[in-house]
């Protein structure tokens, strides 16, 4: 499985991105997708995931504001994220499983930074 990542960028606060990332695979079937974010010195943090029926899963302090879809035909998803805020800023990372396998594999990152 290839993941491929684009949207990231600079952005003024209040303002919007949208983040896309595509799965490639000629074998593998592909299950959950989603996004989680990094900050210099902590932890991957989860910011939202979506099941190939299309059930999502968010971190409460971002629902509203950021909306996770999905194209199942082109194993594609989206990250729009809405109203951003300066403490949005951090690498944000596609994540993929693979299905039935529990294989995971992961994007190299897009940056993302918010600032005037």
């Known amino acids: 499985v290839q993941v491929a990542e684009s949207g990231g960028g600079l952005v003024q606060p209040g303002k919007s991105l949208r983040l896309s990332c595509t799965a490639t695979?000629?074998?593998?079937?592909?299950?959950?997708m989603g996004w989680y974010r990094q900050v210099p010195g902590e932890g991957r943090e989860l910011v939202a995931t979506i099941t190939t029926p299309g059930s999502t899963n968010y971190d409460p302090s971002l629902e509203g504001r950021f909306t996770i879809s999905r194209i199942n035909a082109n194993n594609t998803i989206y990250l729009q994220m809405d109203s951003l805020k300066p403490e949005d800023t951090a690498v944000y990372y596609c994540?993929?499983?693979?299905?039935?396998?529990?294989?995971?594999?992961w994007g190299q990152g897009l940056q993302v930074t918010v600032s005037a």
């Open positions: 695979t000629t074998r593998d079937r592909i299950g959950i």
């Open positions: 994540y993929v499983m693979e299905f039935p396998s529990p294989n995971v594999h």
